[in-house]
């Protein structure tokens, strides 16, 4: 499966309209993230139960401020609109597979339960973000 390009527009639509998106921050001119792209569409094309999806951030500045992506390549995997995992850093195949593998295990209503919690103390150290797969 082809990865999908995001940007402003179509952000929000992609990641309510689908269970699962993994999202790789990316510059066309970072070796890093040109090392880690062929690992990443191999990736995509084995787990097809998964949206894959790329963000320039040269040509998305915005969506990049808001995430906070100071390094990149950045990876960050939503599942049900809940950012399970993200970190910077070009990641081998057996990382990422392992991250695949933990977030789609995990207990969803559980999570949901966890961010809920860390909302209502209020100071919640992931800022309504899950815990990390």
Not at 13 to 31: K, P
Not at 47 to 63: G, I, M, S
Not at 102 to 125: H, P, W, Y
Request: net charge negative; proline share 5%.
């Amino acid at each position: 499966m082809a990865t999908v390009e995001l940007t402003k527009e179509n952000f929000d639509e992609v990641i309510s309209g689908n269970d699962m998106v993994v999202v790789d921050f990316w510059a066309s001119w970072c070796q890093p993230c040109q090392s880690f792209a062929p690992v990443f569409e191999a990736a995509s094309e084995k787990h097809t139960d998964v949206v894959f999806a790329k963000v320039n951030v040269d040509e998305q500045r915005e969506l990049a401020g808001w995430f906070q992506i100071r390094s990149i390549p950045t990876l960050m995997v939503f599942r049900e609109q809940i950012i399970l995992y993200a970190q910077p850093g070009a990641l081998p195949a057996s990382a990422l597979e392992e991250i695949l593998t933990q977030a789609k295990a995990l207990d969803m209503d559980e999570v949901r339960r966890e961010v809920e919690a860390q909302q209502q103390a209020g100071q919640g150290e992931g800022g309504g973000e899950a815990p990390r797969a």
